[in-house]
């Protein structure tokens, strides 16, 4: 029997790699068709306007092309993914209602181990549905709500849901909001009323176990004016020999002097398609913060961004991409300033080694009536070899000459001395480089609650040891 991890200081590859017996699990055939999209409204209950609406979500994902800029994604083969998983247990408010298989595998991760320490409600999705979710009385007793995509669709915010649904994030944008709007299931939906500050995180944690399959959640957040909070977005999977895909849809609406900061950890394992889409916008004297760790996928195409529609509203954008061996990450960031005086400040980093790929890009949109705009982008890349890459491909876009932008791009690499100088203080050649690049991606990682802070330092280390994915 393997020695019990706790959530911080134990933290290893392992519990992420546990595979789980799916033969209990209601499964669809694999594919993307008419019959298996209703067969999905079925099983959801959807009301009509939703049914209709994957369907059309479906024709246009059907009449639209692979995007073709980015990394090949030529080994995702849609006719042999899995659009929906339902594991064995519906959802539950109680931990020790969960199935004591899909528990144990939480329980490895830090659920509800995290939620016992540090988070004002969690929720805990397994393939395709929740399997668990809960928020502390407290929090729920200042009005705010947090639940399953499903029961807000259905309960007292339907028609606010109705109103809201992929507006941010049209299915005519791309190819994968299209897809993502046919087979969508599972996520959260988060409102926090006027005035109210959580002062603890909410958290999601998205467990993607069945081989071949896809996750497809959607996560809608409202937080209105005045308004304060924090949550939290965790995603893993184990490693299998072909393909899985995550196509997941983040949706979220910042009110007028309200501020919301959203923050991820993405374990995702190598055989990881992870082309997911996430869009703020923000209302007057509001203020949207971006807080991202990608660790893992196979392929990433990955750009949050941000609509800064109200006068003086402001984004922060802070994200760190790790690609190793068999890793292509396109990632970034993408703002469009539209109010006065809005602000945006943007600090990527990316890390490549053993012949990994990153490429970080970069949007600011300043529109003609965004007079006195400030935007500060920085983007610093770090190689550990000869034989990876890594690329900064910056996009401005100024109608305004009443604007203040700026880009800097820094590319280097460990230094033989530095490496040199620890080494002489009694640190390994390979401890000596993972403290480096620790070092490198402190400002991400000061950013986050401190367990997760020490859950992407414990991946980085693991990462420079070549023991991920």
């Known amino acids: 029997m393997s020695e019990e991890k706790t959530y911080v200081e134990d933290i290893n590859r392992t519990i992420y790699d546990v595979i789980d017996d799916d033969s209990d699990a209601f499964k669809l055939e694999e594919g993307l068709t008419e019959e298996i999209v209703s067969q999905i409204s079925d099983q959801k209950n959807d009301p009509e306007w939703m049914r209709k609406f994957r369907l059309e979500c479906l024709k246009l994902y059907n009449e639209s092309q692979h995007p073709n800029w980015g990394p090949s994604i030529e080994g995702l083969d849609m006719n042999r993914i899995y659009t929906y998983v339902r594991p064995n247990t ?17 329980e490895r991760l830090g659920i509800p181990q ?45 028609d606010l849901i109705h109103e ?19 087979v969508w299931s599972g996520g959260s939906f988060v409102y926090v009323p006027k005035g109210v500050k959580v002062s603890v995180p909410l958290q999601s944690y998205f467990r993607l176990n069945a081989k071949g399959a896809g996750q497809f959640e959607h996560t809608l957040i409202i937080v209105e004016e005045g308004a304060d909070l924090h949550f939290i977005e965790g995603c893993s999977a184990p490693k299998y020999n072909v393909a899985n895909l995550h196509s997941g849809c983040v949706e979220l609406f910042v009110g007028k002097n309200a501020k919301l900061r959203y923050s991820t950890i993405e374990s995702w394992s190598k055989n990881m398609y992870n082309l ?43 994200g760190i991409a790790f690609a190793g061996a068999g890793q292509d990450l396109d990632t970034g960031m993408k703002v ?43 983007c610093e890349s770090l190689m550990i070899d000869n034989i990876s890459k890594s690329d ?78």
């Open 90 to 106: 519906k959802m539950q408010h109680t931990w020790e209602d969960v199935p004591e298989d899909i528990k144990n595998t939480f």
């Open 114 to 158: 995290a939620e016992r320490t540090s988070l004002a409600g969690v929720g805990a999705q397994y393939d395709s549905e929740l399997v668990y979710h809960n928020m502390q009385k407290e929090v729920e007793e200042q009005g705010v709500v947090y639940c399953d995509f499903e029961s807000a669709l259905k309960g007292e915010y339907a």
């Open 164 to 182: 809201k649904f992929m507006t941010l994030l049209p299915p005519t944008d791309h190819r994968y909001n299209a897809l993502h709007g046919a």
């Open 276 to 318: 997911n889409s996430k869009r703020a916008i923000v209302e007057e004297g509001g203020r949207m913060e971006w807080v991202s760790g990608s660790f893992g996928s196979h392929v990433s195409y990955l750009y949050p961004a941000t609509i800064l529609k109200g006068d003086n509203s402001t984004m922060e954008y802070t």
């Open 336 to 378: 469009i300033h539209l109010g006065k005086n809005t602000s945006s400040v943007v600090n990527t980093k990316s890390i490549s080694k053993d012949g990994g790929v990153n490429t970080t890009r970069t949007s600011v949109q300043v529109m003609p009536q965004a007079k006195g705009a400030k935007s500060v982008v920085s």
């Open 392 to 469: 900064t491909i910056p996009v401005m876009d100024i109608r305004t000459d009443d604007a203040d932008v700026g880009h800097e791009a820094t590319i280097g690499s460990i230094s033989d001395e530095a490496v040199f100088y620890m080494m002489s203080r009694g640190l390994s050649e390979a401890d000596a480089r993972a403290l480096i690049v620790s070092g490198f991606a402190d400002n991400v990682s000061r950013e986050l609650p401190m367990e997760y802070a020490a859950e992407m330092n414990n991946l980085i280390r693991l990462e420079m040891k070549g023991t991920i994915g």
